[in-house]
């Protein structure tokens, strides 16, 4: 990588139409300016860097070639679209990247109309592409619609059943597999150039079609010998059988970086009235910054970091991780028993599940962007009498909830899900919030729901699933850093459905299920200034609840408080579902629950996103004295009633 000495294009760029004003052999340094730019802006940052590295030259490429946003270009994820966002007029916000009132660090449509479809969970964009190009037809339209798909997200099977319905039609659909890790087949040599070129072009593509509508004229006999004709001269010459067998047009490989490779395939693609195409490119990870390229995950997610050395700036932590210390304790039960084995879905470091591999190789499954397929796959492992541990983010287990209710909990088969990144997860925003696995969970027999209230209790809640052999179940925490609290030496298991009272008083209770547990102490704290005597509780269990100690905690106070990190539907719905049941709402109870907003809750630092969602002490107190019918104050110091 190395700057140029040139007048700087980038900076006359400020919208793609002002990128299509250039030359052609112009556009190597836009790229150049591009990558350098983008580098710059996250080691500000911090975010996804290797993936939008990978596609600058894309990038360039397509807003060049296509008429954007007239013509609709899908990022797949969403998380190496940063050039795209700087070619887009977003250059002057880059820096502000995954902060507060800042660029999302994925495509949104509420951000840019350059942004045609919001993305943050994989292997989507051959969906709504499709759903583009046949709303295009039915309105008589003549855009292009290009779905760009790769980093991995060719493993999930959402990816094939969009190729298998494009396939079977004739919409005009673009598709670019971005291929930045194994290559299918490597475009090496001027043989792989040319057919690349020329298979892309508007001729060998017609001349296909009318090979194909003239083999369907002939009698079946001679239709089957053309057919078979025409697909082993294709796989002989130029690859793709897979897509083609699918119904796509195949183009490729050709190399992602290489601007005199991509240009004129690209404009061949754009030209051609036959659909759907599916063009394969060859980019690298990293492409361009040496720290990037070097490193193992190609620098999937950074931290901020220094640009010359690329280190990166990671805080010292106060107290471990909750992912680490659910990966120790795994391993540490996992050495006690044979029979605990791990499940995730593309996403072992994110997980924890790394350190599991390092120690149990054998026992370690990585099936790839796959969730469906991971719970799916687990529940077969437990019906043999293992103890399958599938962890997967709680935002991307909603994507398997069919395979959760129908191969999991209908059968009773005890698979152990670890949710990580539950509640509110800062940078990330709404797409990789887990809002809703308490409700979702929830409502279905048999399961087992626990959520950690610090790092101690998860070591002794990772224990507890292990124990559980007749059930599925359920385990919260959220990412970061836990409290500091003392670590058990190992983990105990806990008895199922039952919590447990942290501190005494007479006339507010506070139940908290999970990580708000703190923010209660600190509030009791406060109402106990004000003259309250408060009881705070830790739940502990969303599913079954602690009948008993809800029951005392009804009668024995005169405002009864539920907080989650989890949305309506959830724990606190429970409780007073119960309560009312149990005709504890009668004598004079004044219930009131709090959860997330029925909002979706922008990307921020987590305390300010916990304090805008009403879920932080001071929200708590508020909330005590409305329910007392009391007004507070702010007072130097804190507040007061």
């Known amino acids: 990588m190395s700057a140029t000495s040139k007048t700087p294009l980038l900076d006359t760029i400020k919208i793609p139409e002002d990128l299509r004003r250039l030359k052609e052999t112009e556009l190597r340094q836009v790229a150049d300016e591009l990558r350098l730019e983008t580098i710059d802006a996250v080691s500000v940052t911090g975010g996804h860097l290797g993936a939008g590295l990978g596609v600058v030259e894309l990038t360039v490429a397509l807003h060049w070639v296509f008429d954007t946003p007239r013509d609709r270009v899908i990022w797949d994820v969403g998380h190496q679209a940063y050039p795209h966002k700087i070619l887009t007029g977003r250059r002057d916000r880059i820096r502000t990247l995954r902060m507060g ?50 980093d991995g997200s060719m493993s999930a099977g959402m990816a094939y059943e969009a190729i298998n319905n494009a396939g079977a039609r004739d919409e005009r659909l673009i598709v670019i597999l971005n291929d930045n890790d194994m290559s299918i087949a490597p475009p090496t040599g001027a043989l792989s150039h040319y057919l690349a070129r020329t298979t892309s072009s508007g001729a060998y593509i017609y001349m296909r079609d009318i090979a194909k509508q003239l083999a369907k004229r002939l009698p079946k006999s001679w239709e089957r010998r053309a057919a078979r004709l025409e697909e082993y001269t294709r796989v002989l010459w130029q690859g793709g059988a897979l897509f083609e067998e699918l119904g796509f ?43 990037a390229e070097n490193s193992a995950d190609k620098y999937h997610g950074v931290n901020k970091f220094n640009v010359i050395t690329g280190a990166q700036v990671k805080p010292k932590p106060n107290a471990p991780a909750y992912t680490r210390v659910f990966a120790d304790s795994l391993v540490a039960e996992a050495q006690k028993d044979d029979k605990i084995v791990a499940v995730t879905a593309a996403m072992p470091s994110g997980t924890g599940l790394d350190v599991f591999g390092k120690a149990f190789p054998n026992r370690t499954f990585d099936v790839g962007i796959a969730e469906q397929h991971a719970v799916t796959f ?13 962890a997967i983010y709680s935002t991307f287990l909603q994507r398997a909830y069919d395979q959760v209710v129908h191969d999991v909990a209908i059968q009773n088969l005890p698979v152990r899900f670890a949710l990580d990144r539950a509640g509110l997860v800062g940078a990330d925003g709404p797409t990789h919030a887990g809002s809703f696995d308490v409700a979702y969970l929830g409502c279905l027999p048999n399961f087992v729901i626990m959520a950690a209230a610090d790092e101690a209790e998860l070591v002794h809640m990772v224990a507890t699933q292990v124990a559980i052999n007749d059930r599925p179940s359920a385990l919260r925490y959220p990412r970061g850093e836990g409290y500091g609290v003392e670590m058990p030496a190992v983990g105990i298991p806990l008895e199922i459905g039952k919590g ?5 008083g007479s006339k507010i209770a506070i139940l908290s299920l999970g990580t708000r547990l703190a923010e209660s102490m600190r509030a009791a704290d406060q109402l106990a200034a004000m003259g309250l005597s408060t009881t705070v509780a830790d739940a502990r269990f969303a599913k079954p609840i602690d009948v008993e100690m809800i029951n005392r905690l009804a009668r024995e106070h005169e405002v009864l408080i539920t907080i989650e990190e989890g949305s309506v539907g959830g724990f606190g719905a429970f409780v007073l579902h119960h309560l009312s049941d149990a005709g504890l709402l009668d004598g004079g109870l004044k219930v009131r629950t709090m959860t997330l907003p029925d909002t979706f809750i922008d990307h ?38």
């Open 101 to 150: 009132g800042g660029l999302s660090g994925f495509t949104k449509r509420a951000e840019s109309e350059y942004d045609p479809f919001g993305a943050a969970h994989s292997s989507t964009s051959i969906s709504a592409g499709l759903g583009m190009a046949v709303a295009r037809d039915l309105s008589g339209g003549d855009n292009n619609v290009i779905a760009v798909i790769g």
């Open 249 to 291: 047009y195949y183009v490729g490989p050709i190399d992602g970086h290489d601007l005199n490779q991509l240009l004129p395939v690209l404009k061949n693609v754009r030209d051609t009235k036959q659909g759907p195409i599916l063009v394969h490119v060859v980019t690298k990870k990293g492409k361009g910054y040496a720290p």
């Open 378 to 390: 687990a529940a077969g492992l437990a019906t043999e009498g293992y103890k399958p541990f599938c």
């Open 500 to 504: 447990r009272v942290m501190r005494e």
């Open 604 to 641: 921020d630092k987590p305390e300010k996103m916990y304090a805008d969602a009403g879920l932080d002490s001071a929200a708590i107190v508020a909330k005590v004295l409305a329910a007392l019918g009391r007004e507070m104050a702010v007072v130097e110091g804190g507040v007061r009633a």
